[in-house]
């Protein structure tokens, strides 16, 4: 009987050698491995390079090979594209349960690491224990319910931790406008350095700066954030640098520690620091350029190492005109400046920015949700003035009101939209010139939006107001998705 469709005992001492790191015998491996093999419904080896090097007769009929050896030397991936062989044979670690999918069946797999004498890597063993999830389907669904309790534990407690529940792929968007967004953000990531970003309310500016720390240097340190406009002046001092015992009537006993003391070598976040009051500016700037800070009722001086992000959502420069911001402390916190542009200014983005709300909105929720291109266009017609946080919005009671499940088109949108939602646009703006294809372009995918927002998403209708076939309407919206 051959290797490929024998017990493989033999092959498997050949291959593996006589022990590996955990001390197993030769005649250990050889006792468990027929039994291993008998209880599975398939089993497969590959060496060192992850390269198909033996497979039982059970799991060839189970991936469909007609012949066991035409998998022999191939690469797993090639004949298992799903398969965990390649992770098991790079780290070393086993596999003990994983559910993997093939050919639209899910199967139970335990991959195993092989040793030399010496400790080094030669291959991996996996099992198919299950090939029928249906006897399991109690278990899975158990599985899946945990995991996602899991998931809701770790938020929970990343915000508990003070830690970031955003990256940068958090930040939706492929328009240039995004890019850019995104290239300085990766630049600010990599330099420790003050960042101050500039955007109207609901562009993003806290998932930014989130998404900074969570991938610079600080990203295992604290991200605190206070929103300054938030906070009653009176008490800003103290939700900064903290308060010593007794320091004011009714002070706590015991010493309340401020923000800059609890993101102590991470990251504190400044929301809207242009609403700061003019006498905490000045503590801010000194708290930042000597990296020391003193608790309020306290003649104690505390070193704190603070990277300081801001944001606001007003014109600074203007402020300083009026004498109503400090210019020493704006220069010291716009090191890098990031401004993230309002959403009517990135309108490109607006079809992926509903598909990534919608699907947060309906993560969790036994519903789905979906947008057409009739209801893209309809939320183009207006100006959106609290940018993404409005969109959101829209998308939740669209999504809330819809009867036809959960599938948004010009109709559901235009319910929820404020009366007066179509952009009016200037005809006096001077426009840069463009290319004749673009400006056509341009021009055409224009007419096509506001023919599909003005018969609310009915393409029939669009298509004899353009003066063209519903085949040629058809063919046009497929170029512009």
Known sequence: MSDLQGDGTGYMTQFFGKTNRSGLTRELIEALFPMFEEASAGAIAVDREARITWINHSYSQLLGLKDPTEAMGRPVRQVIPHTRMPEVVETGKPLLLDIMEHNEQQLVVTRLPFYDDEGNIVGAVAFVLYDDLQPLTPLVSKFRRLHQDLAAARKALARKTRGTRYSLGDFVGASPAALEVKRRARLAAGRDMPVLLLGETGTGKEVLAQAIHSVSVR???????????????????????????????????????????????????????????????????????????????????????????????????????????????????????????????????????????????????????????????????????????????????????????????????????????????????????????????????????????????????????????????????????
């Open 219 to 481: 990203a295992e340190k604290p991200f605190v954030g206070v929103n300054v406009a938030a906070i009653p002046d009176n008490l800003l001092e103290a939700e900064f640098f903290g308060v010593a015992p007794g320091a004011y009537t009714g002070a706590d006993r015991r010493t309340r520690e401020g923000k800059f003391h609890l993101a102590n070598g991470g990251t504190l976040f400044l929301d809207e620091v242009g609403d700061m009051p003019l006498p905490l500016q000045a503590k801010l700037l000194r708290a930042l350029q000597e990296g020391e800070i003193e608790p309020l009722g306290s003649n104690k001086v505390v070193s704190v190492d603070v990277r300081v992000i801001a944001a606001t959502s007003r014109n600074l420069e203007t402020m300083i005109a009026d004498g109503e911001f400090r210019s020493d402390l704006y220069y010291r916190l716009n090191v890098l400046e990031i401004a993230i542009p309002p959403l009517r200014d990135r309108m490109a983005d607006l079809g992926v920015l509903c598909e990534g709300l919608l699907e947060e909105i309906c993560d969790g929720l036994d519903l789905r949700g979906e947008i057409n291109d009739a209801g893209v266009a309809a939320l183009s017609s207006y100006d959106w003035p609290g940018n993404i946080r409005e969109l959101r919005n829209v998308l939740e009671r669209a999504l809330t009101m819809s009867e036809d499940g959960g599938v948004l088109d010009a109709d559901a949108i235009f319910r929820v939209l404020p009366r007066s939602s179509v952009r009016l646009m200037s005809t006096n703006t001077p426009r840069p010139v463009r290319p004749l294809a673009q400006t056509i372009a341009d021009a055409e995918a224009q007419a096509i939006e506001e023919a599909l927002v003005a018969t609310r998403g009915n393409r029939t209708r669009a298509a004899k107001l353009l003066g063209v076939s519903r085949s040629v309407l058809y063919e046009k919206l497929a170029k512009m998705s």
